[in-house]
Nanobody
Framework: QVQLAESGGGSVQAGGSLRLSCAAS?????MGWFRQAPGKEREGVAT???????KYADSVKGRFTISTDFAKATLYLEMSRLEPEDTGVYYC?????????????????????WGQGTQVTVSS
C-alpha cells in the first residue's frame, strides 16, 4: 500500500506560479498529477515514470513541469503562467506499472493510489 500526501496548493492571480509537492510512502514506477474542476471529470495533467519519461496534457504543455526526487520520495509540479481554467483540486496518483506504451498514462483509471488532493484557485 502506498500513501500519498499533497501540499502546496493555494490561491494565485492569473499569470502567477505555484509549486505542488506529493510525498510518497514508498516507491512506485509511475506517478502523476491530476485535477478536477467543479462539475467536471478528473483529468490527467502530467505524469512521469521511473525512467524520467513524462507526458503532459495539451492544455499545460510549456507551462507546467513535473519532476521527482527519488531520494526524498517526492513528486513535484511546477506551475507557471496559471490561468483561471487551471482552477481545481489537484491530486497526486501512483501506480506500480502500466501497459506497453513508453509514456505514463494520463488516464485516471490507470492509477490505484491517490492522495487527498490540494485546492488550486486561479483568479482573473
Amino acid at each position: 500500500q502506498v500513501q500519498l500526501a499533497e501540499s502546496g496548493g493555494g490561491s494565485v492571480q492569473a499569470g502567477g506560479s505555484l509549486r505542488l509537492s506529493c510525498a510518497a510512502s514508498g516507491f512506485t514506477y509511475c506517478m502523476g498529477w491530476f485535477r478536477q474542476a467543479p462539475g467536471k471529470e478528473r483529468e490527467g495533467v502530467a505524469t512521469i515514470n521511473g525512467d524520467g519519461i513524462t507526458k503532459y496534457a495539451d492544455s499545460v504543455k510549456g507551462r507546467f513541469t513535473i519532476s521527482t526526487d527519488f531520494a526524498k520520495a517526492t513528486l513535484y509540479l511546477e506551475m507557471s503562467r496559471l490561468e483561471p481554467e487551471d482552477t481545481g483540486v489537484y491530486y497526486c496518483a501512483a501506480e506500480h506499472s502500466y501497459g506497453p506504451s513508453i509514456y505514463p498514462p494520463l488516464r485516471p483509471d490507470k492509477y490505484n493510489y491517490w492522495g487527498q488532493g490540494t485546492q488550486v484557485t486561479v483568479s482573473s
